[in-house]
C-alpha cells in the first residue's frame, strides 16, 4: 500500500489500541456490520469460525505492531487459511435465506484488502485521537487524497477540504472512506492555516441519503434497508456561486474510526485505572464527546464513577457506572429537556448527593441543592453498572418537596 511504510515510523501506539479494544464478530455479508459497529468489533465477511477470524486479527495487529509488509501479511495467513480449508471458492448456506450460495473465501486479493483497510483504519484512529489531543493548539483538519487514475471522485472531490475538528460533519467524512481508501488527513493550527492559504469549510449540511443511482441494494430482495441509507455532507462551491458540493463516502463508511466506539475502549481501560486517573478521564470524556454520543448512540458511554464502599454495597464489581444506548434513547423520550451539559451533574450527584439504597443492587443519588437525581444499578453477577436515570427534580416547589420524600422512603 502506497505510503504504509511511512506510517510505521509513527508509534502504533494509539492504533494498536484501536485494535485491540475491538470484540469479534462473525458476519455472512459486509453490510450486516456498518459504521461505527466497525469501532467495536473485528470481522471478515464470511468467516463462519471463530478462530479462522483470530487468525486474520493476530496478523492484523502484528503487521501493525511490528510494521509487517503486505508480503509477509499474505504469506503469513495463506498457509493457516489453506490448512484450515478457508481459501478459494466456497459453498456455504445463506443463514439468512437457506439457499446454497457461491462465495470467495480466502484469497491473495482478500488478503491485500483485509491489510489495507484494517490497517488504515487503525492508523487513522490513532491520528483522530492525536488530532483531538492537540486541537487547542490545532483545531483544524484537512481530507488529503492520493490524487491519481485509481482515486475515486467522492475521495479525489474532498482532497485539501479543511473543516473544523468540531463541525459534526468531520465525523463523516473522516478517512478512509470506502475499503483500500488510501485518503488520510492532518491537524492544522490558525498560523499553518494562514500561511497555506486555506479556507475552512463552512456552512457545512449533513445529508441522510445519497442519490437514487448511489443507493446500495440489497441482492436478496432487491429494496434499500432504511439503515443502508448512506450519509454525506455538502459544503457551498467556491467555483459556483449559489451551488453546493456533495461529498459522499463510500457506502457503509459514513464514520469517523477514531471517535466511533471510543467510549468502549475508555470502559475497559477505566476498569484497570485507579479512582484519581479514572474520574478526570470520564468528566473530560463527558465534556467532550458526550454530546456527539447521544446524537447517535452506539454501544456505552462511562458516565460516572461511584465510590468503592457504594460499590461493594450493592455488590457491584466495577464502580463505571455506564449509560447505555438503551438507556439513552429513554433518556430521550422521558426527559428531552436535559441537555448534554448537564450529565455532567450525574457525578456532582455520585461526589456529593445524598445516597439512598434502593433494594439489593441500586442506588439513588439525591443532590437536592442542584436538583438533580442519578440512579445506578448493579447487574445480579456485580459485573456490570448502569445508569438506568438521570434527571431533574421538579421546578414546581411542592412536586419538588414530593418526590424527594418519595425518594427518601425508598431507602427507609
Known sequence: MTGLSALFQLPPERAIAYLQAKGDRLTWNWWEMQGEAHARAFTVAKVARLDILQDIRAAVEKALAEGKTEHWFRQELEHTLRKKGWWGKQVDVDP???EAQLYQAGSRRRLQTIYRTNLQTAYMAGRQRQFDAERDRA??????????????????????????????AWDLIAPPNGFNCRCRARNLSQRELDARGLTVATDTQIHSRAPEGERPVDPRTGETPERWLQRGVSIPDPARKGDRLYLWPDVGW???????????????????????????????????????????????????????ADAE??????????LSEETAAKQRVHHPELTAGEYAQAQACVDRGERIQDGARNLIYLLESEGYVTVVKATKSGEGLWVTSF???????AKRDSEIRRLRRKGS
Request: no cysteine.
Open 96 to 98: 439468512t435465506t437457506g
Open 139 to 168: 483545531p483544524f483538519v484537512q481530507y488529503l487524497a492520493v490524487r491519481d487514475s485509481r482515486t475515486r471522485p467522492a475521495h479525489a472531490a474532498l482532497h485539501a477540504k479543511v473543516f473544523r475538528l468540531d463541525d459534526p
Open 254 to 308: 459514513d464514520y469517523n474510526p477514531g471517535r466511533a466506539g471510543i467510549a468502549d475502549i475508555a470502559v475497559k481501560k477505566l476498569a484497570e485505572a485507579p479512582a484519581e486517573l479514572a474520574k478526570p478521564v470520564i468528566q473530560s470524556l463527558v465534556a467532550d464527546l458526550l454530546e456527539r454520543w447521544l446524537a447517535n448512540p452506539r454501544g456505552v458511554f462511562p458516565l460516572a464513577l461511584i465510590a468503592g
Open 313 to 322: 454495597l450493592i455488590g457491584a464489581r466495577t464502580r463505571v457506572a455506564l
Open 391 to 397: 434527571r431533574r427534580l421538579s421546578n414546581n416547589e
